[in-house]
C-alpha cells in the first residue's frame, strides 16, 4: 500500500504545481510594472539623492530597466512557455500572462530607448 499512497502524493504535486502556473510568470513581471509606476512617480528625474550623492534618480531608473527588468521580463516568458508546455493553464490565464509580457516589453524598450537617445 505505500506505493498507491506515494502515487496519490505525487498526483496532488502535480496538481498543485499546475494550480498556480499562469500566476508565476505574472509575478516575474512585477520588478518592471512596479519599476514603471515608481519611474512616473520620481519626476523630475534629476534630483540627487542624499544616501547616494554621485547618483542621480535618472541614472537609478537606467540601471533598473536596464540590468533589473529585462532578466526578470525573460524569466517570465521563459516561464510561460514552460507552463503553456506543461499544461493545465486556462486560456484566459495564458491571454493575461502573454499581454502582460507583451506590455513589459513595452515599457522596457520605452525607458531604455527614451533615455539613450
Do not use: H
Request: one cysteine or more; proline letters at 4%; glycine letters at 8%.
Amino acid at each position: 500500500m505505500p506505493l498507491a499512497e506515494e502515487i496519490v502524493q505525487v498526483n496532488f504535486e502535480q496538481q498543485s504545481f499546475r494550480k498556480g502556473a499562469g500566476w508565476l510568470s505574472l509575478r516575474w513581471c512585477l520588478p518592471c510594472l512596479l519599476g514603471f509606476l515608481a519611474f512616473l512617480f520620481s519626476f523630475p528625474l534629476d534630483r540627487q539623492i542624499s544616501l547616494w550623492p554621485c547618483l542621480s534618480i535618472a541614472e537609478i531608473v537606467v540601471m533598473w530597466f536596464g540590468l533589473i527588468t529585462p532578466v526578470t521580463t525573460l524569466i517570465a516568458i521563459v516561464t510561460l512557455i514552460k507552463r503553456r508546455r506543461a499544461g493545465g493553464m486556462t486560456t484566459w490565464v495564458k491571454l493575461l500572462a502573454g499581454t502582460v509580457i507583451a506590455v513589459c516589453l513595452v515599457i522596457n524598450a520605452f525607458v531604455i530607448l527614451g533615455y539613450g537617445g
